[in-house]
């Protein structure tokens, strides 16, 4: 399945939180199908009982968009991020995170991420994101018939904020403080 048009990524999970089925609803009405691909990255799970998985071909043929949606699997740490700098924009409508990880993966790639405005995301990347409100498809179709987007100029700086060196540091010291106060 060589990737030949532009296309719109999402890396993650396919449990019910992960709100793929909001994705697949906005990318079929916002009506872009023809220009665009919409590649799913990600792990088939292990629990299928508890997986929108296995309904995304039913999903996208009732939504009349087979043809342009791709489902790649499982892809390498490297490979993520070739996919993730390539794509025109990375979409994680996620709504429940710790984190959001893929948001960060995508700003780190240089692409412009569109993702739910929750108060997770907006704390963790002020201004780094194009965002919509959470589980409202039709808002995210509108940002998905705007492309190509911008990359937002804070972008950067957000992503800067999180690093691997920066994360163990932190860790080491509270180690530290903890064995201390023992």
Not at 1 to 27: C, H, M, Q, W
Not at 147 to 168: D, F, I, N
Request: aromatic share 8%.
């Amino acid at each position: 399945s060589d990737l030949e048009r532009s296309f719109i990524a999402y890396v993650g999970g396919f449990d019910p939180r992960k709100n793929v089925s909001t994705l697949l609803r906005a990318f079929a009405d916002s009506g872009i199908a023809p220009q665009y691909d919409l590649v799913l990255m990600g792990e088939p799970p292990h629990d299928r009982l508890y997986s929108t998985y296995r309904d995304i071909p039913k999903h996208c043929e009732t939504l009349g968009v087979t043809e342009s949606v791709r489902r790649i699997g499982f892809v390498t740490e490297s490979h993520k991020h070739a996919l993730l700098s390539a794509a025109e924009a990375v979409v994680f409508p996620s709504t429940y995170e710790g984190f959001g990880l893929p948001i960060l993966e995508g700003i780190r790639a240089g692409t412009p991420v569109i993702a739910p405005d929750t108060v997770l995301n907006a704390e963790l990347f002020p201004q780094a994101y194009h965002g919509y409100p959470p589980n409202q498809p039709t808002a995210l179709a509108r940002l998905l018939r705007s492309l190509p987007l911008r990359v937002p100029k804070h972008a950067a700086r957000s992503a800067a904020r999180y690093s691997w060196p920066e994360t163990s540091a932190k860790v080491r010291d509270a180690l530290e403080q903890a064995v201390e106060k023992t």
